[in-house]
């Protein structure tokens, strides 16, 4: 293991005085385990949690999904201020777009990792900003710093979002250096002239090279080799462009880089089709967290060849969540199976082959048995059809095969529940499902601030939750709180849920059962999943500590040596203490706003006062509950896990 970098980097810190602003590099290895982390796979972020500071005791924000930790890493704040609920959410509207992943156009369940659809989220919800929260790069933009994020298309836009506000319907250059999946297309931002010389004349080109890890189906394993050529291209376009750019301007800079592994290749990953073991703990996932931490060495290679600029940068590493393995049938590890209305068809695809085996959870099982059971008709929102002139979402009906104008399930999950299925401004659907692997959310669109769940909302409320809570499937409810308690679920100010957003609150949160294949080996975590991917493959966006225990980790000046931190931490607490570091002064709007990591910085205490508590629901007439364990610190909120038992406390292997 390489570490001359760490040594050279305290023997500089502690003999410099230096007085320029700070630089500061944000590195996300999106979906690290912290169990992940370990000196074969990952040196580099081995040995920076090893000289640096270990959050040992670290969380993502729940849901734990990608876009929402995006927006608290950008912004300092909780879902309930930024609104960015989930990957796919609600948006009150149809997204009319070429940028949908395979959604008709006219979907109102957007999947947010989508330059063209932030950019509609920007325009149509008012500000320009539909966080409603200023981002990080966009306040050291305008204290005179150089600004950049790199990365994964989604979360790398949402780092400075009012750069995607669209003017006349199109993007215009960004200040901030924006470079994700997109750039060079039609759909992605667009590359300013000096930034296009930069990439031609450290001999990139203007596109990054294509990701190529296929995902699989129920019968072909998904992808065997991790990201390596596309992200070669943007640690390439870091090191090679962005970065010797901002050196010779003089200013000082602030850069997020996104590594898209190891997520894209637990999520895709082929080593374990159809099974639990290995899961997400292959040779495939294995390579994904050694490719993020390849990009990692590479960019702090950059740094090291100057002393003076190694001296003066704050290195920060999180991962917006951990991983899970998904289960399509188990629920437990003693074989204990899920069923419902929805496992009792075979669904088979247009080529007339099985797409779910027997017995199995199908992609939108959630939706398929709340429809069943409210005897409502269901349709596809991200299947548009057009019928006598009129657009309509496709019908669904697991009974039937699909055909042209109607579907056997929602293809990615998602649904419209009742009303007539037309494509609207606003909607008549009285349930919309918004289906996020882990957790789904359960939206009542005529519900909004200015009008107040009726009786006939709050009774549709009650019999949902009710319905969840008999399903072997559920781990944990909540609710908003103006339906009122209700036996089962807690309310979604418990987890943050409830604040100033722009985007519609959902109605209902359901997170999925979750447990251990190894009781007691945190890395063998395993959720039931509302997802397209297979049993086997990985997910994430349950509340357990598979998927909170997320990897943070920080390096630099101000940063304290060889420390590890137990003091629970957050992706709410990075702006605030970058902001305190600079000197930033941050004007929120919202109130759930995470904390400056004192105990972290030099000179700072050893621990903070922290506390462990639970949350419990009021009992179903079986007896089950939501149970919720968390942390408290400064009074902030800190999200174990959930689940929905019997008992006081969440099982040990849950």
């Not at 930034?195 to 065997?224: C, F, Y």
């Not at 590594?259 to 999520?267: C, E, F, M, N």
């Not at 009906?397 to 009303?419: E, K, L, V």
Request: charged share 15%.
């Amino acid at each position: 293991m390489r570490c001359f970098l760490i040594l050279l980097a305290a023997m500089v810190w502690s003999a410099s005085s230096v007085a320029q602003p700070r630089n500061i590099i944000l590195f996300v290895a999106d979906g690290l385990r912290h169990g992940s982390v370990n000196a074969t796979d990952a040196p580099t972020l081995f040995s920076l949690r090893e000289h640096g500071v270990d959050f040992a005791n670290s969380h993502s924000l729940y849901p734990t999904l990608t876009t929402p930790n995006a927006s608290a890493i950008a912004t300092g704040h909780y879902l309930a201020d930024t609104g960015d609920f989930g990957n796919t959410l609600y948006a009150g509207f149809p997204i009319f777009n070429s940028g949908n992943f395979g959604r008709s156009a006219g979907a109102n369940t957007p999947f947010v990792e989508s330059d063209p659809v932030l950019g509609d989220l920007d325009g149509q919800l008012g500000q320009g900003n539909y966080l409603h929260e200023e981002t990080l790069l966009s306040l050291a933009r305008s204290h005179g710093y150089n600004t950049a994020a790199i990365g994964k298309l989604g979360p790398v836009a949402i780092q400075d979002i009012a750069e995607l506000a669209p003017d006349a319907g199109h993007f215009q250059a960004p200040h901030t250096v924006i470079l994700d999946d997109s750039t060079g297309t039609a759909e992605g931002v667009p590359l300013p002239a000096d930034l296009q010389t930069l990439l031609t004349d450290a001999g990139l080109s203007s596109t990054p090279t294509a990701r190529a890890q296929p995902v699989g189906n129920v019968s072909k394993p998904g992808t065997l080799s991790a990201n390596v050529a596309q992200q070669k291209w943007f640690a390439d376009a870091t090191t090679r462009a962005v970065l010797p750019a901002f050196v010779r301007s003089g200013k000082p800079f602030m850069l997020v880089y996104w590594s898209r592994d190891p997520d894209g290749s637990q999520h895709n990953q082929g080593d374990s089709l159809n099974k639990l073991r290995p899961g997400i703990d292959g040779p495939t996932s294995r390579a994904g967290v050694a490719n993020a931490d390849s990009n990692l060495r590479q960019i702090l290679d950059y740094l090291e060849r100057d002393p003076a600029l190694l001296a003066n940068t704050d290195v920060l590493v999180t991962s917006d969540h951990g991983f899970e393995t998904i289960s399509k049938h188990e629920t437990g590890p003693h074989g204990e199976v899920a069923g419902g209305y929805s496992t009792t068809f075979t669904y088979n695809g247009p080529d007339g082959q099985p797409e779910v085996l027997p017995t199995w959870l199908p992609p939108g099982f959630l939706a398929l048995d709340l429809a069943h059971e409210l005897g409502e008709p269901l349709f596809d929102p991200d299947s548009v059809i057009s019928t006598e002139g009129i657009s309509r979402y496709a019908p669904v009906d697991p009974s039937r095969p699909a055909s042209a104008t109607s579907r056997q399930r929602p293809a990615a999950g998602n649904a419209n529940i009742g009303g007539q299925g037309r494509v609207q401004a606003r909607t008549d659907a009285h349930l919309i499902i918004a289906a996020n692997g882990g957790s789904d959310l359960i939206y009542i669109p005529r519900i909004d601030a200015s009008h107040p769940p009726s009786v006939q909302d709050r009774a549709l409320a009650r019999r949902v939750v009710n319905f969840l809570s008999r399903q072997s499937y559920v781990g944990a409810l909540f609710v908003d709180a103006s339906f009122g308690s209700m036996e089962g679920a807690l309310p979604l100010s418990a987890i943050r849920l409830e604040g100033s957003a722009l985007t519609p609150r959902p109605a209902i949160v359901v997170g999925f059962k979750t447990f251990q294949a190894d009781p007691g080996d945190p890395l063998t975590s395993v959720e039931i999943a509302d997802t397209v991917l297979q049993e086997g493959q990985g997910m994430h966006g349950s509340l357990s500590r598979g998927t909170t225990f997320n990897n943070m980790a920080a390096l630099g000046p101000d940063f304290k040596q060889g420390f590890v931190s137990h003091s629970p931490v957050s992706n709410a607490d990075i702006v605030p203490t970058i902001a305190h570091i600079l000197g930033f002064e941050l004007q929120p709007k919202g109130k759930w706003s995470g904390r400056v990591l004192r105990e972290s910085l030099v000179g700072g205490p050893q621990k903070i006062r922290a506390r462990s508590r639970s949350m419990a629901s009021n009992k179903t007439s079986s007896g089950k509950r939501t149970v919720l364990e968390l942390q408290e610190a400064d009074g902030r909120r800190y999200f174990d896990r959930a689940c929905f038992t019997a008992a006081a406390r969440c099982p040990p292997s849950g």
